[in-house]
């Protein structure tokens, strides 16, 4: 299961974290993403983060958006940092198994994913 947390409102230059709490997946099996939506968009993938903790980013949002798991509170965070308005979204955290993870940019490949958190990002 994966719930998200810590969407809300901010204005452009400014920060969020989003939280996912994970049960039921243990990190070695798994890889995690980030993915977002915008209404009449498709879901973009935003970061992904693999069983040795390599990361990977969209090309918009690296240096600015930074992917890490808190194994002691089983959480997928996403500190999000000079925010910008065309960045306001649903976001959603998703799991897929590994053999899948070769295909990581693919959302179709994911077969568990969160209720999503909206993030609204002011000009």
């Known amino acids: 299961q994966l719930v998200e947390s810590g969407g809300g409102s901010v204005q452009a230059g400014g920060s969020l974290r989003l939280s996912c709490a994970v049960s039921g997946y243990t990190y070695s099996t798994y890889c995690m993403g980030w993915f977002r939506q915008a209404p009449g968009k498709e879901r973009e993938g935003v970061a992904y983060i693999f069983h040795d903790g390599s990361t990977r980013y969209l090309d918009s949002v690296r240096g600015r958006f930074t992917i890490f798991q808190d194994n002691a509170k089983n959480t997928l965070n996403l500190q999000m940092d000079t925010l910008k308005p065309e960045e306001t979204a649903m976001y959603y955290c998703?799991?897929?198994?590994?053999?899948?993870?070769?295909?990581?940019?693919?959302?179709?490949?994911?077969?568990?994913w969160g209720q999503g958190t909206q993030v609204t990002v002011s000009s």
């Open positions: 998703a799991a897929a198994p590994y053999p899948s993870c070769v295909y990581y940019r693919r959302s179709d490949k994911y077969n568990y």
